[in-house]
């Protein structure tokens, strides 16, 4: 008779539970305690994770994933102790709708506004280093060959101004037009001229320069006056001698010297001096 009058309880308890839970007085817990099931045995079956089941037993949907995810794990729970889950799923909606018609002066809107700002901040952030390191970049890329560009300058502006010096001074200058009259009568340029003034006219050497990046070349052709070029990438002279070419080359791995057809090769590194001597 004990026993019977045990389950009689067990089974008055349940019902009362069940009209407290249509009253919408509702204790999920105690109705789950009473059938006996715990948390773990609902989450073996269905994969619901206990933190959710909690938060379901204890009315704190807040604590629940979306709302078509939250109802779908509602469902689950209310139908593993037994009870009618549209009475769970009814507070949930009227759980949405007061959070829904929160006014719009609670609500927080300076989180996103911090967020657009330090955004901002990183994106300038970031470009202002892009440009640092493009312009470092390319101050360590042409400041070698921009160096020794200017070391060749200042070395071989030298010589020049030493050769240029004599015809400019008033006190030689005189002197050496006196003195070439008296050696012109002899005549000795006419027999030497005739065989060679078609050959330096015309040029016994031939030499092509052509550049494939920014080249600084002095060129002394039959010992005249050096001439100095500065070539651009794709850019090409010809020069013709009839004696000899004397080569300063600033950039000798950006340069491609044909010298009587024949390519001379690489030179040197690039932005390396090399001084040449054709033929």
Not at 32 to 47: K, M, N, P, Q
Not at 183 to 194: D, E, I, N
Not at 244 to 251: A, K, P, Q, R, T
Request: with cysteine; charged share 25%.
């Amino acid at each position: 008779m004990s026993g019977m009058e045990k389950t009689d309880d067990s089974v008055q308890s349940a019902d009362r539970l069940n009209e407290t839970v249509k009253d919408g007085k509702q204790d999920l817990k105690s109705i789950r305690e009473a059938r006996g099931i715990t948390l773990h045995d609902i989450f073996r079956v269905s994969r619901v994770s206990v933190v959710n089941l909690e938060a379901i037993e204890k009315a704190n949907y807040h604590l629940l994933p979306t709302p078509f995810i939250a109802k779908s794990f509602i469902k689950i729970y209310a139908k593993a102790i037994g009870v009618d889950a549209d009475t769970i799923i009814h507070q949930y909606d009227t759980f949405l709708k007061t959070r829904d018609n929160i006014p719009v002066e609670e609500k927080i809107e300076e989180p996103p506004k911090d967020r657009r700002k330090q955004t901002k901040i990183i994106v300038l952030s970031l470009l202002a280093i892009a440009v640092v390191c493009i312009f470092v970049y390319l101050i360590y890329s042409f400041y070698p060959m921009l160096n020794e560009w200017s070391s060749m300058r200042s070395v071989n502006t030298s010589p020049q101004l030493s050769e240029a010096v004599p015809p400019a001074n008033p006190q030689n200058a005189p002197a050496e037009k006196v003195a070439t009259p008296p050696a012109q009568p002899a005549q000795p340029v006419p027999s030497l001229t005739t065989p060679q003034l078609p050959v330096a006219s015309t040029g016994s050497y031939q030499l092509i320069i052509e550049a494939t990046g920014f080249s600084w070349i002095k060129i002394v052709e039959d010992r005249k006056l050096p001439v100095e070029i500065l070539l651009r990438p794709g850019e090409k002279i010809e020069r013709t001698a009839s004696e000899s070419f004397e080569l300063d080359i600033g950039n000798a791995g950006g340069t491609n010297i044909t010298f009587q057809g024949k390519p001379l090769g690489i030179l040197g590194k690039p932005g390396q001096v090399v001084h040449l001597k054709l033929p």
